[in-house]
């Protein structure tokens, strides 16, 4: 086969590689697809797969998603879509206690804000592992009738004696030889709630000395009277993870199941179990039960986390820091959860980029919080419109305004929107006798170096004019109210006299007749240790206490019918968006998402 064109060249991802290979080698170019999940006569029963690959994200609906999750949807999604398969979207629903609609809902939408879907020829692949339960409970049945399973009765700490360690074999449970009919009967009654939680579990039986702990007959099935967010109380025994997963891989036809490396110990019970499901057996009645799964079966890939400095992406501990008030929210502009990043004005596009440029490796890896901005400051910086603001405002009154113009006069000024995008156009404000100014860029005595406003030096007002600084006003505390200036004639900005007058320094500036009053909330890191999940200090005693500041000033009029979620490239200042929730036309709030990378004008 190797039907498919060959993915144009990406960052180092050894998943791509091994994809490549097996695609050409027709590894998987079998099987069958029975147009939904199911079992091998389902499967049999349709057509050859479509999809030359198929893919999956299954996160557990137990939390919100974080970057470290979108690492992961986008491998999957992206190799799916680079190799023209199918990603599906499943929930591993399988833990009834700890799982909810709403993060059902909040996942679905965030990996469509990222832009994936799961749809190919009509079919949505969204699945819910919770609508496998019979099946697994079929399969369950099956590795007991074949001697694979048993009822296992000895208390959970005999369980855990017996289990052994990394140096030591375990021991045999005293059940682990019963007959299939004896465990078959239990296993039953497990399912019909005639026994007490934790009383017994069901276990393969494999091998109590592997040295691979995860093949000491690993528990399949626990009894837990527990509410269900989609089957309520229909079952009283739920599947273990390692048990449920592969069986839903394989129900779906996955070919990849990709995962990240602390499930390395766990692939060969993946292998076993799948080969197991997968072939025929006769029993010793001489009854033959067929497979009850297609084959090949999906293979278990893992490769290493993505780990972000400054951030933390436990699900635990982001929940704790929400429920324990640290944050406003999953969605606080400062959580590293994709709901936080898109408040924050993280644009989906960026994202993907991060997740591609940092490949996919067989180990662990940090990758630094400025990775992530840069791939946002490279995705917004030719595309985001330009304005000013002022965000520590000190008045700048142009005192020969009125003498030279007449107060009421405003001076029309443009600039554009983009300066690499002339396409996009002009934005419009005025200059008149009053002006803001950033407090900082104002100093009564100068310290070397600075070339901005102090009493004998000329800046330019951007696309304005060039004033020179005479002095300030201060209040009764000597606290600076507003610096005076005049302007000079003839010096604005795209005039035939705008070079005559030469000045090192170049400030922005609303007028105070034309701006609108805006709050700016300047976000920082939310942990000032670059590791804060690491060592044996406490996240919590970790946390920034500057990670958040709110600040009141302007921005120019061409913001006046800015809606919610719109990012600018504030000069001078950053990158911003209009907070999605919070922002008003008439009070706008504006999250500051990153500086810009080098600093403005020095001085
Ligand atoms: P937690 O342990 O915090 O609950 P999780 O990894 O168990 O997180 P799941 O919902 O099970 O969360 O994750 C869904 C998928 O996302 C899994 O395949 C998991 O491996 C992957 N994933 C989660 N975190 C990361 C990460 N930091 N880097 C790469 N992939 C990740
Ligand atoms: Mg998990």
Redesign the pocket.
Known sequence: MSAHTPPPAKPANFLRSLIERELHDGVYAQRRWGGSPGDAAHHAAGGKDPAPVRLR???????Y?????A???C?NFGLARDFGGVCHLRF?DTNPEKEEQEYVDAIVEMVHWLGWSWQANGTEHLYYASSYFDFMYHAAEFLVERGLAYVDEQTPEEMRANRGDFTTPGRDSPWRDRAPADNLARLREMRDGRHADGAMVLRAKIDMASPNINLRDPALYRIKRAQHHATGERWCIYPMYTYAHPIEDALENITHS???LE?EDQRPFYDWLLARLAEPATLADGRVLDALLQSPAPKQHE?G???LSYVI????K?KALVDEGHVSGWDDPRMPTLAGLRRRGYTPSAIRKFAEDTGASKTNVWIDYSVLEGALRADLEPQAPRAMAVLDPLRLKLVNWSELYGFSHREPCNAPVHPQQPELGLRGFTLGPEVWVERDDFAEVPAKGFFRLFPGNKVRLKYGMVVECTGCEKDAEGRVTAVLANVLPDTKSGSAGADAVKVKGTITWVGVHDALGATFNLYDRLFTAAQPDAGEADFRGLLNPDSRRTVHGFVEPSLASAGADQRWQFERHGYFVSDRLDHRAKAPVFNRITGLKDGWAKG
């Open positions: 994200f299954p996160p557990e609906p137990n939390g998603l974080h970057i470290g999750h690492k992961s949807i491998l591993d990709i995962c990240t499930f490769f986390r993505l780990n992406t436990s699900k635990r982001l």
